[in-house]
């Protein structure tokens, strides 16, 4: 269910808000530990990272990535305004695609990174590990665009590794098998809309799960009953740490340090100087950060 | 055989900056084209009739930042322009008729200490103006780059700072962010003089005495020795001279022929669009209008990048002067006042306090109740603004907020009614002198002449809007962060007035840019 409400005048006395999944995610705390990601609550360690890391890697390990930012973005100028915000070429991103993009200030260094789901036709999700909508919000200005951020309208498990596909596939999600790397597919779940994407930070086998978070504890049973067979564990954030570290992939605050919140200016990065270049398409007559980067390279 | 320094320019706008700009280019070689809306050249600073048989400088009614280098190089004076009128001075009206006359260091009308005290401040303030307008004549250094040129200007800032001695250093650096308020209240005892003193800093801005960086911009009004003068013809003589010096050197003028936008091809500009529909291509295109106009309106915000648009968007533009222009039977006569002096620079300004008191309405959406105003009759000094025995009066009237919190519509009538009623206080028979009357309210200032928000400085005057952050870092070498736009109004580096130094310094950069 919905775990944050803003109804309320006093939601703000509220700090740190339980995740749609907290009943079952609880119930497998072993640790009886919680971190912050956030606005909510989340599990650093169920029982055994090590453990949690190997299901991962053998099995298959679920984790609640609902914390994660995201942002609904529609209108008449959705793909401009996009292709204006980040340095890749977003017209690129088919309907039913994900495509991983960085976002660079007018100076060409890193604000964040984060991934493009293109929902439907003109209609975009943007996943970004940091806060943007104020950025988002500035960038705005001058295009027909709605920007929502619906990170608390949205509940999300990452179920990662090679039993990953198995499991889904028991839980019935038929036709799962075909979702090629960053694919997007739907499903009905329970009456409701259930979408699957082939993402996730582990860079092994894996899916993302996106459901109405009415539906999140019901949709996590299913898959925790689907995936017995395949060794299905929960997994917590330091295990998810150790996989995505070691696929490489980088992450705002510890790789570098995205540039909104960076003091000092030479600690602020390039694309060019994290290794994505390939993200950068010059062939596009305008970005954030272009001119900078044109004279950098 | 074609030489590729030539480039070929298009100048947006014939306002006095884009003129400037256009001469100098165009004596620089370049091929020149400008195109204004209006069917006249001079943006802000025209004589136009706004009734049968009188003229009035419409927007700007004086002469006091022109610089010399200009109107020596352009040869203004050998293209038309000539003084009706120089060296004016400024009558502080007193309702009971004990006005203060400010002749330069001079003032009459005000006690032996204050009189004493007018030579220091005249002699102060005019020495950090200098500092400032020294500044007016460069390009200004960029921030934080390691380039020589920069380096040596931002040096150079600093040595004519120095170069001061120590107290007035020392002076200069506390007094320069503060306000008018603050250091005339210091200075002087007289309300009427301590009055008129302060609208140097707060005529043409949305400060009040009060108000923070009110030094600053009285320093600018002050920066090219505020010799307050009215050309002969008004201000659209300085306009024509302008035009006509461009022309000499080669430049083409249209007016009657408004840009609807610029025209892009990937990621640089190539030309503009007319409201007709004509598309004209060209090396280099110059916009004499206003930042948000020139960025927002012509070019758009989707072709900048977010940061830089952001910061366009959020230059200060709120024009708060309202224009008063009276067709008069026969010459006003002001309570106490020598008909002799009722050419001078009239104000009506007689405490610091009530100066605030009009400016307070201005923060709440309100037009003042009692306003301040800064009068001109040019035809006392220039009869070819009326027939003879006949006079215009022009008034600068604050404070008169762009966005009304009532809307303008309903309540300009009623304000015009309450700017004639606060003269004839000064004036008792003025309404009986009265043949014809029209106030400007910023929001027709900013129709007729096309600035944001009514603005006369196309943005506000401050500290955070000057010199290497004007309009705004990124742009403030006269350069747009779009290839081939260039901006030379008011809204750059320095500022309004009628100075020309926006024009001639984006000249001299885009000259700078063509041969790099």
Avoid at chain 1, 16 to 27: G, K, L, Q
Avoid at chain 1, 111 to 128: A, M, N, P, Q
Wanted: net charge negative.
């Amino acid at each position: 269910m919905r775990t944050v409400h803003f109804d309320s005048r006093e939601h703000y006395q509220d700090k740190v808000f339980p995740s749609p999944f907290h009943s079952r995610m609880e119930a497998l705390n072993d640790k009886k530990t919680w971190g912050r990601w956030f606005d909510y609550l989340s599990v650093p360690e169920y029982t055994c990272s090590t453990m949690e890391y190997f299901a991962g890697r053998n099995a298959c390990g679920v984790f609640d990535l609902t914390p994660m930012t995201k942002h609904l973005i529609t209108g008449a100028d959705a793909l401009p305004f996009l292709n204006r915000l980040v340095t890749r070429e977003v017209a690129k991103i088919k309907v039913g695609r994900v495509g991983y993009a960085v976002w660079c200030t007018d100076e060409g260094q890193v604000i964040d990174d984060g991934t493009i789901f293109h929902l439907r036709e003109g209609e975009y999700r943007l996943c970004s590990q940091e806060h943007q909508i104020d950025w988002l919000m500035i960038n705005s200005f001058g295009f027909d665009v709605s920007i929502v951020e619906d990170t608390h309208d949205v509940a999300g498990i990452a179920i990662q590794g090679p039993t990953s596909c198995a499991t889904l596939k028991r839980m019935g999600l038929t036709g799962v098998e075909n979702i090629t790397p960053f694919g997007i597919s739907h499903f009905q779940f329970e009456g409701t809309e259930l979408m699957v994407s082939r993402t996730g930070f582990t860079g092994d086998l894996g899916y993302e799960l996106w459901i109405h978070p009415d539906y999140a504890e019901l949709m996590w049973d299913r898959v925790f009953e689907a995936g017995e067979h395949f060794n299905i564990k929960p997994m917590g954030s330091d295990a998810l740490e150790l996989l995505r570290i070691e696929a490489a992939y980088i992450m705002a605050g510890e790789e570098f340090m995205p540039a909104m919140q960076t003091v000092r200016p030479s600690h602020t990065r390039s694309p060019f100087e994290l290794g994505l270049g390939w993200l950068v398409d010059f062939k596009k007559p305008l970005f954030n950060g272009r001119r900078a980067l044109l004279a950098e390279k | 055989m074609t030489d590729t320094t030539i480039k070929s320019t298009l100048v947006i706008g014939a306002g006095h900056n884009a003129l400037v700009c256009a001469a100098y280019l165009a004596k620089a070689g370049q091929q020149v084209a400008v195109f204004e809306a209006s069917d006249q050249v001079g943006g802000a600073a025209i004589t136009r009739e706004f009734t049968p048989g009188f003229k009035v400088s419409a927007a700007a009614h004086l002469l006091y930042l022109l610089d010399d280098g200009i109107r020596k190089e352009l040869e203004l004076d050998a293209h038309g322009l000539e003084m009706a009128k120089t060296d004016m001075d400024t009558i502080s009206l007193d309702p009971d008729g004990n006005h203060v006359r400010i002749s330069g260091a001079q003032v009459h009308g005000v006690s032996s200490k204050d009189q004493a005290a007018m030579q220091e401040y005249h002699r102060m303030m005019h020495r950090f103006a200098g500092v400032i307008g020294d500044l007016h004549n460069r390009i200004p250094p960029r921030m934080g780059t390691t380039d020589s040129g920069d380096l040596l200007a931002l040096a150079k800032i600093g040595l004519n700072i120095r170069k001061m001695g120590k107290k007035d250093m020392r002076e200069f650096l506390r007094i320069t962010g503060i306000n008018v308020f603050d250091v005339l209240q210091e200075k002087f005892d007289s309300e009427l003089l301590k009055g008129a003193l302060s609208l140097d800093g707060t005529l043409g801005t949305f400060l009040g005495t009060r108000s923070n960086n009110s030094v600053f911009c009285a320093l600018h009004r002050l920066s090219h020795g505020a010799n307050y003068s009215i050309p002969r013809g008004g201000m659209g003589a300085v306009s024509d001279a302008m035009a006509a010096a461009a022309r000499a050197n080669g430049a083409e003028i249209h007016t009657s022929r408004p840009v609807r936008k610029i025209l892009m091809d990937f990621d640089r500009v190539i030309g503009i669009e007319l409201e007709s529909g004509e598309k004209i291509e060209a090396d280099v295109v110059v916009s004499g209008a206003d930042p948000k106009t020139t960025l927002f309106k012509l070019l758009g915000p989707q072709n900048l990048e977010a940061g830089f648009a952001h910061r366009v968007k959020n230059i200060r533009t709120r024009g708060c002067v309202a224009k008063l222009h009276l067709a008069l039977k026969s010459l006003p006569e002001f309570a106490g006042l020598d008909a002799s002096l009722t050419g001078e620079r009239l104000v009506i300004a007689p405490s610091l306090q009530y100066v605030e008191h009009a400016f307070n309405h201005a923060k709440y959406g309100e037009h003042s109740a009692e306003p301040v105003m800064e009068i001109t009759i040019a035809t006392v000094n220039d009869d070819s603004l009326a027939a003879p025995g006949q006079h215009v009066l022009s008034a600068n009237v604050q404070w008169a907020p762009h966005d009304l919190k009532t809307g303008w519509s309903a309540a300009k009538e009623a304000f015009k009614e309450t700017v004639i009623d606060t003269l004839a206080v000064y004036a008792p028979n003025i309404r009986s002198q009265i043949l014809h009357s029209e106030i400007l309210t910023p929001q027709d200032i900013e129709s007729e002449f096309g600035m944001t928000g009514g603005h006369w400085h196309h943005a506000e005057l401050s500290l955070d809007q000057a010199v290497m952050m004007r309009p705004v870092p990124g742009a403030a070498q006269y350069a747009a962060p779009v290839t081939g736009l260039w901006m030379c109004g008011a809204g750059c580096h320095p500022g309004g007035g009628v100075m020309g130094s926006a024009g001639r310094n984006a000249a001299r950069a885009i000259i700078k840019g063509s041969k790099a």
